[in-house]
């Protein structure tokens, strides 16, 4: 079972839906991010969060440590937001402080279709 | 503020060749990582520098994959000799907090 499952693997939906992506973690971490990566681009971090709940424009992230479990909404969603949308955990004291290296989960490739 | 520069781009090679790739982190960011991406996975971490010392190297194949970051900047990352398997993207990314800043990576395909 891997670390880090995302959930669902690939997703479609039409222009102006809300948009839930899921990750569940089974290690203990200090923080789990969310990253984007366009077809033949770099990744891009969205989101870095231990706790709450973030917002930046029309992306929203929450995390439940209880749960270990994270989700990544977009709302009004455009074609632009088509990516694939990553789930990655960093571990605590894995590197004695600092950024440590992230456990990434497989991706969610979301088609968003005028 | 210049991002993080890899090279090559793209890179074709036979089975059992060699082949290296560059990176050059964004400036003043002590921790760099390396990336392994197989098409339709995740990113794996291989290995991860704090300045020119390794942190972690649990995950790289050592019998076959070496890197090094002199001087605590530029990092190289090779493979001697290839596998089949091997061809990936090669994602390097560094950091000076928390947050993680990716290059554009290294697309090998190993014939």
């Known amino acids: 079972k891997n670390e880090v499952e995302q959930s669902p693997q690939n997703l479609t939906a039409q222009e102006g839906e809300f948009i839930t992506i899921n990750c569940s973690y089974s290690v203990g971490i200090s923080a789990l991010h969310w990253l984007q990566q366009h077809p033949g681009g770099g990744i891009v971090s969205l989101f870095m969060?231990?706790?709450g709940k973030k917002k930046h424009g029309r992306l929203i992230a929450t995390i439940n440590i209880q749960e270990k479990h994270s989700s990544l909404h977009i709302t009004a969603s455009h074609p632009r937001d088509s990516a694939v949308y990553i789930c990655?955990?960093?571990?605590?004291?894995?590197?004695?402080?600092?950024?440590?290296?992230?456990?990434f989960g497989k991706g969610t490739h979301l088609i968003i279709q005028p | 503020e210049a991002g993080v520069a890899q090279s090559p781009r793209y890179k074709i090679i036979e089975k059992r060749q060699s082949v290296a790739f560059w990176c050059n982190p964004i400036s003043g960011h002590a921790t760099l990582y390396w990336y392994q991406q197989i098409l339709g996975q995740g990113p794996k971490l291989l290995i991860q520098f704090q300045n020119n010392g390794v942190v972690d190297d649990s995950q790289l194949p050592k019998d076959r994959f070496s890197a090094e970051r002199l001087k605590g900047v530029d990092s190289t990352l090779k493979i001697q000799p290839a596998k089949l398997e091997d061809s990936a993207v090669y994602l390097c990314?560094?950091?000076?907090?928390?947050?993680?800043?990716f290059g554009p990576g290294t697309r090998l395909t190993v014939t």
């Open positions: 990314a560094s950091s000076f907090a928390y947050e993680q800043y």
């Open positions: 990655a955990v960093s571990r605590p004291g894995y590197s004695g402080g600092g950024a440590d290296g992230l456990t």
């Open positions: 969060l231990s706790s």
